[in-house]
């Protein structure tokens, strides 16, 4: 008797589980931006918001929740009902990143979340002061290797400006040094006032000041060109291999939300992402769509946790 029992209830489970997907939503849904309203992940948060409220047929809304980099906003995520009511926008900084730089993270980029899908893709491109008499990856490694004494900018101790470049330095053996500003704006003045001779910066920010003239484009960060900056070449192409830092923004919800769940958001963002007015919003952001399955993100996730640790580690990289 008691086995009968076990094995309807064990039954009515299995059974509950897609049932409650079918049923699935039934109240509006939440996307944690953790970042401030304005950057690219709140602005393909709002995107996907309106897309899914059109596909779900549920209101979907955007909360900001930022600082401390994105980790304020994750962990309030990581620490939601997993019910499907409560997705997250997540990056190379909240789940590639801090892992390998925060000690003390309050949540586990790969234990406390279940991947949905990766939605956008831009790479670094490092680029070159006009007065810096750089034109190439590898005039840099020459003229590096001579004994030139080269400052590099970033946005910050830590960030992917700064370790894109320290991931250069590594592969092509040469002396960098490094001048932490507050962010990629302040970076991009003093680069192109020549104060600062280099500096890396994902293809968004950078594209304006190479297009306008103001800065030299010498390397894109990725195994293929952009197609942002198609004339200019990858680091790879140059002769430096492994230089691959590629910025991503994805979609996330709580570990332990129903699989089937996850399904549904996962096959309704990979129709969103074939749709002609959102391709055309994400290239006016300079963003190239993903399209990768839940398990494609889960384990390109796994991945950018491994390499970060190591160029983290590399670079001796400390942040307390």
């Not at 600082?67 to 900084?93: E, F, H, N, Q, W």
């Amino acid at each position: 008797m008691f086995r009968r029992h076990f094995v309807l209830a064990l039954g009515g489970t299995a059974l509950s589980s897609p049932a409650f997907a079918q049923a699935w939503p039934t109240k509006p849904i939440k996307i944690i931006v953790p970042f401030p309203p304005g950057q690219s992940t709140d602005i393909l948060a709002r995107l996907m918001a309106d897309q899914l409220t059109r596909v779900l047929g549920q209101q979907v809304i955007a909360e900001n929740r930022p600082g401390a980099g994105g980790s304020i906003g994750a962990d309030i995520a990581a620490k939601a009902t997993p019910d499907g009511y409560t997705l997250v926008m997540v990056t190379i900084s909240t789940h590639g990143i801090a892992p390998a730089i925060y000690p003390k993270l309050p949540y586990d980029s790969q234990k406390d979340f279940a991947p949905i899908a990766n939605i956008g893709l831009t790479p670094q491109v490092l680029m070159a002061s006009l007065k810096s008499g750089i034109g190439s990856v590898a005039e840099l490694v020459a003229k590096a290797k001579a004994g030139a004494d080269f400052n590099y900018g970033s946005s910050g101790n830590g960030s992917a400006s700064h370790l894109a470049v320290e991931m250069l330095r590594s592969a092509a053996g040469i002396k960098l040094t490094h001048v932490p500003f507050k962010g990629n704006a302040d970076a991009m003045l003093a680069l192109q006032a020549g104060d600062i001779q280099l500096m890396s910066d994902a293809v968004p920010g950078a594209v304006g000041p190479i297009n306008a003239g103001k800065v030299k484009a010498i390397g894109i960060a990725d195994q293929r060109r952009s197609p942002f900056l198609p004339d200019v070449p990858t680091i790879a192409e140059q002769g430096i291999q492994g230089v691959v830092a590629i910025g991503w923004i994805g979609l996330s919800a709580p570990a332990r939300t129903p699989e089937p769940i996850l399904d549904k958001i996962s096959a309704a963002v990979m129709g969103i992402l074939k749709e002609p007015e959102v391709l055309d919003k994400m290239k006016g952001l300079a963003f190239v769509p993903a399209k990768e399955s839940r398990q494609e993100f889960e384990a390109y996730i796994a991945l950018e946790n491994v390499k970060w640790k190591k160029i983290v580690h590399d670079a001796g990289v400390k942040i307390e």
